[in-house]
């Protein structure tokens, strides 16, 4: 082992640990390092080495600018990664309370904001299926209705609880008199 070539092993370790990560995931965090620095640069903060309180804001910013949990998260694995590509060590994202914490309450956060930007659906309720009834029949022959009503009627029963509903009772005997 005389004579190694430092400088060689040191250009191999390099190339080992960019194959660390895919090329698509080398992107997105350029694309995550060029955003975290802007952040930094505009709030005139250092970004290396990120400390807890500038993660936070960090978060909170991207999540101001609609970017969801889940790419936060990616952010934040990025920003980790440069850490350890740079030599600062691993900056234990994980070990900080407080910002998992935040990334948390934004992900409850943008979830509350989704199902209550969703419109309300329309219940089924007997005489819509009635009604759907009457479409399939107008559209087809009696046995072309048949099996879409008898799916919809077995959905809505198992769905509501109502198994023995006047409802069922009055399909049911129906179906007797035809």
């Known amino acids: 082992m005389i004579g190694l070539d430092l400088p060689e092993l040191d250009r191999a370790v390099e190339r ?30 250092s970004p290396w080495p990120s400390s807890e309180l500038l993660l936070c804001r960090f978060d909170t910013q991207l999540a101001r600018e609609n970017v969801t949990a889940t790419s936060i998260r990616c952010y934040l694995a990025a920003i ?37 930007s969703r419109s309300p659906k ?33 959905c809505f029963l198992d769905f509501s609880g109502r198994a023995r509903s006047p409802f069922l009772r009055q399909a049911h005997s129906a179906r007797k008199h035809t």
């Open 16 to 45: 080992y640990r960019e194959s660390s990560i895919a090329g698509s995931t080398g992107r997105v965090y350029g694309s995550t390092q060029e955003r975290h620095w802007r952040f930094c640069w505009a709030a005139n903060l």
């Open 80 to 116: 980790r990664h440069d850490h350890i590509a740079m030599g600062l060590g691993d900056p234990e994202i994980c070990q900080m309370p407080k910002l998992e914490q935040v990334t948390k309450g934004i992900k409850l956060f943008q979830a509350r904001a989704m199902s209550s």
């Open 122 to 154: 329309m219940p089924v309720t007997p005489s819509l299926l009635r009604r759907l009834k009457q479409v399939w029949q107008v559209e087809g022959n009696q046995a072309d209705c048949g099996m879409p009503w008898a799916a919809s009627t077995m």
